[in-house]
């Protein structure tokens, strides 16, 4: 049984970037739905006890009747568990620390221009998805867009850091505004989770972090 994890932080400690309700709503209902209805879909199968992110690393395996109910379901589930752990009040974290910046720079010429392609990848995301900062089996640092709930453990990439542009995520605050949602975004990530993940995936390519 998967569980909706508690937020590292209350409510309306990301405010005014992402306002109070919206995580209510977010966490509380929107992520929540995900997990009821991917615990009702994998209930009594041999994917119940797994990690969603194996699930979804090989959904080949998964039977037809419940292949599209686990993708979007279980994708929204670990996207978003991800998700609330990449994002910070706290000044000391929003600060890009460690290992990762400058093998950022080196993957993409200059931090930057990496925030430019992640900022890009964000904006043209036609409709709802995801924008990630991503490592391959190579441990080269890409950005990518996914469609809905899709996540990069699908093509065999692990986040480092991803934004929700789907609409529910911002429009209290900014309505058709995606621009300004994702760069004000940049002032609430938490650079020292990143930091540790990057540790973590760059060590044997490990996703373990992931829910
Ligand atoms: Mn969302």
């Not at 609409?167 to 938490?190: K, S, V």
Request: charged share 15%.
């Amino acid at each position: 049984m998967q569980q909706l994890p508690v937020l590292p932080y209350s409510l309306d400690s990301l405010s005014p970037v992402i306002d109070a309700q919206t995580m209510a709503l977010h966490h509380g209902k929107h992520h929540q739905a995900y997990i009821t209805k991917y615990n009702a879909a994998v209930e009594n199968t041999p994917f119940e006890n797994q990690r969603v992110s194996t699930v979804l690393k090989n959904l080949d395996a998964v039977p037809d009747a419940i292949r599209q109910t686990v993708r979007n379901n279980g994708g929204g589930h670990v996207n978003h568990s991800f998700f609330w752990t990449i994002l910070t009040s706290n000044p000391e974290d929003n600060t890009p620390q460690g290992d990762i910046v400058e093998h950022i720079c080196r993957c993409f010429g200059a931090f930057d221009q990496f925030k430019n392609a992640f900022a890009n990848a964000a904006l043209n995301q036609f409709g709802s998805g995801w924008a990630w900062l991503v490592m391959s089996e190579t441990a080269e640092l890409s950005v990518m867009a996914t469609p809905n709930q899709d996540c990069p453990v699908m093509t065999n990439h692990i986040p480092l850091l991803g934004l929700d542009v789907w609409e529910h995520a911002y429009y209290l605050t900014y309505q058709n505004r995606r621009l300004d949602y994702i760069n004000a975004f940049w002032n609430i990530i938490n650079w020292a989770q990143i930091s540790h993940y990057y540790t973590v995936a760059r060590r044997g390519f490990d996703s373990s972090f992931l829910v």
